[in-house]
């Protein structure tokens, strides 16, 4: 409704004859809806992101608040595949043992210590607290 809503961009009052509703209750004037890192327009042709009641494009909510490797500390992408140990996610070439360099497959045992994979040739007997994993899962 016109005339009614407050823009969450600027805070004024929208009168324009349109108006861009992200979320039942965040509405902006359609110059103001910007991405609040790069300043990207975001319109009905872009896909827009909220977090905190700030608007952001696509590139810069995954950078910002999107799942990391473990490892490499890259965003994943959404054809990337992963792999998981406990709650850490990693890309697939990031899924080495940290004392070898071997890629880890689904399948091989591993251990988790701290934030580092050991493949079961280089951990050894798992210390307290530190458990060992088999067969890692993908999504």
């Given at each position: 409704r016109?005339?009614?809503?407050?823009c969450a961009g600027c805070g004024g009052r929208i009168?324009?004859?349109f108006l861009l509703r992200?979320?039942?209750?965040?509405?902006?004037?359609?110059?103001?809806l910007k991405c609040a890192e790069?300043?990207?327009?975001?319109?009905?042709?872009?896909?827009?992101?909220l977090r905190d009641g700030k608007a952001y494009c696509?590139?810069?909510?995954?950078?910002?608040f999107g799942i990391k490797c473990a490892q490499?500390?890259?965003?994943?992408?959404s054809s990337d595949l992963v792999m998981r140990a406990r709650d850490h996610v990693y890309h697939l070439e990031c899924f080495r043992?940290?004392?070898?360099?071997?890629?880890?497959?689904p399948g091989d045992q591993f251990c988790l210590r701290e934030r580092d994979l050991l493949c079961r040739a280089d951990?050894?007997?798992?210390?307290?607290?530190?458990?060992?994993?088999?067969?890692?899962r993908s999504p």
């Open positions: 016109p005339g009614l809503a407050l009168q324009d004859p992200v979320s039942p209750d965040l509405e902006w004037h359609v110059a103001c790069c300043g990207q327009p975001l319109d009905e042709t872009c896909t827009c992101f696509k590139r810069d909510y995954s950078r910002l490499c500390r890259a965003a994943f992408s043992c940290a004392a070898c360099g071997r890629q880890l497959l951990h050894g007997p798992a210390p307290d607290g530190a458990a060992a994993a088999r067969g890692p």
